[in-house]
């Protein structure tokens, strides 16, 4: 046993899942990594396709062909829609409850008399029946944006006003009264909350929040924290691995919204200091699980920004290139995806795609780890590369990459 890496291209999915049709028509024709390629003549990625990206697409582009050597597999999502916060808890071994869908304005009243009976100071903006709440005149209640409709609430905050640990209570308090997957509460500093009410937006005729990217949230001293609805840690592999006293390292994203009781948390969201902090964490620890969520992809995605994304893949790939010397016999890296976010399609959502699952072990070359039906799969293999307890969910596919246990 060594190293378990796993790092996360956060939306960078390999094609439409066989039920969007029945569950998701949008995403009908979604191929984020397809697309990105094909609509990027001059995108170089010569790391990520030596480790499998063609063979998990499953066809070749020009300059661009599959990888004799790789170990390579791919998987469908077994949580509903396309979700990042889902998409981690999944990758972590839990499986993922059918969330329920309620339009922040369904519950508005609901969380407004919740608010205002702990003494906060809130009101409205917008039209009735779309309508955010402003509160403490710091900080907006209301809908994502960035995710599936009915499914998240952000709380956006100006952390010059409040501070990052009132802005969690504040977070706690909407959790309390909502059944939604996620509430997010989140913020940054330099900004106002005219800031954030000048990206009030209203989607169809009852979706309404702050575009967070528009808010500038997360241009200087970004803070977030993700409440899930459901999530049993003690069932995860990271609360696993904490309990057997086995190193856990989470940077980036994953930092935020997977629990567990390591203090190796990076949190952040630019990609070059992410892969620095990987890096630094690879070269201090010799057993452990490390896993890092590159955000930018999926940011690029939303913004609908091909170029962005292309940009910040071939970064990954290149810092990817230096991360591989460092890793030894018996060391395991899986560069893999949560889910989709093809800014091709013509939404800005996330699509219900398959992802990769590109497998890279010194000395190993040539297997082929199936189509998973679920990224719990991911867990479960760590499980059994660390021979601890199995998570809630999934089947370890370690055998397929090794004859025997590193």
């Not at 329920?100 to 304005?105: G, T």
């Not at 209570?169 to 009410?197: C, M, P, Y």
């Not at 190796?264 to 990609?271: E, I, T």
Request: charged share 20%.
């Amino acid at each position: 046993m060594g190293r378990f890496i796993v790092i996360v291209l956060d939306s960078f999915g390999v094609g439409a899942m066989d039920d969007v049709s029945q569950v998701r028509p949008i995403d009908v024709g979604s191929n984020t990594a397809k697309h990105i390629i094909q609509a990027s003549p001059t995108i170089q990625l010569p790391t990520l396709e030596k480790l499998g990206l063609m063979n998990a697409i499953g066809e070749e582009l020009p300059s661009h062909s599959f990888s004799k050597t790789a170990n390579y597999g791919t998987s469908d999502l077994a949580h509903y829609g396309a979700d990042s916060f889902l998409g981690h808890q999944e990758i972590m071994g839990t499986t993922p409850k059918v969330p329920l869908i309620e339009p922040f304005n369904e519950k508005i009243d609901d969380v407004e008399c919740h608010l205002l009976q702990h003494g906060y100071n809130v009101r409205r903006l917008g039209e009735k029946g779309a309508q955010i709440l402003i509160v403490n005149n710091v900080a907006t209640v209301g809908d994502n944006l960035e995710t599936d409709a009915g499914q998240v609430y952000n709380v956006s905050a100006c952390l010059d006003s409040i501070s990052f640990e009132d802005l969690k209570q504040l977070g706690q308090r909407v959790r309390e009264v909502v059944h939604v997957s996620r509430v997010i509460a989140f913020g940054g500093q330099k900004i106002t909350i005219d800031d954030l009410l000048h990206a009030f937006e209203v989607r169809g005729t009852h979706i309404a929040g702050v575009d967070a990217p528009k808010s500038h949230v997360y241009e200087c001293g970004y803070q977030v924290v993700h409440l899930g609805y459901g999530i049993d840690k003690n069932t995860q592999i990271a609360t696993i691995l904490d309990k057997k006293n086995i190193t856990v390292s989470f940077l980036g994203k994953v930092a935020d919204i997977v629990q567990t009781e390591s203090t190796r948390l990076f949190p952040g969201v630019d990609s070059n200091t992410l892969f620095d902090s990987l890096i630094k964490e690879v070269k201090e620890i010799s057993h452990g699980f490390i896993a890092l969520n590159i955000q930018e992809t999926d940011l690029a995605g939303h913004a609908q920004d091909v170029q962005r994304y292309a940009d910040r893949l071939e970064l990954s790939d290149k810092r990817i290139e230096e991360l591989l010397p460092l890793l030894v016999k018996g060391d395991v890296l899986i560069v893999m995806a949560d889910h989709g976010n093809d800014p091709t399609i013509g939404h800005s959502n996330h699509t219900r795609e398959k992802v990769p699952l590109l497998v890279y072990s010194p000395t190993i070359e040539g297997k082929y780890i199936g189509h998973r039906q679920t990224l719990a799969d991911v867990a479960a293999t760590v499980a059994d590369y660390f021979d601890v307890n199995m998570p809630q969910h999934g089947q370890s596919f370690l055998a397929n990459i090794f004859e025997e246990k590193a």
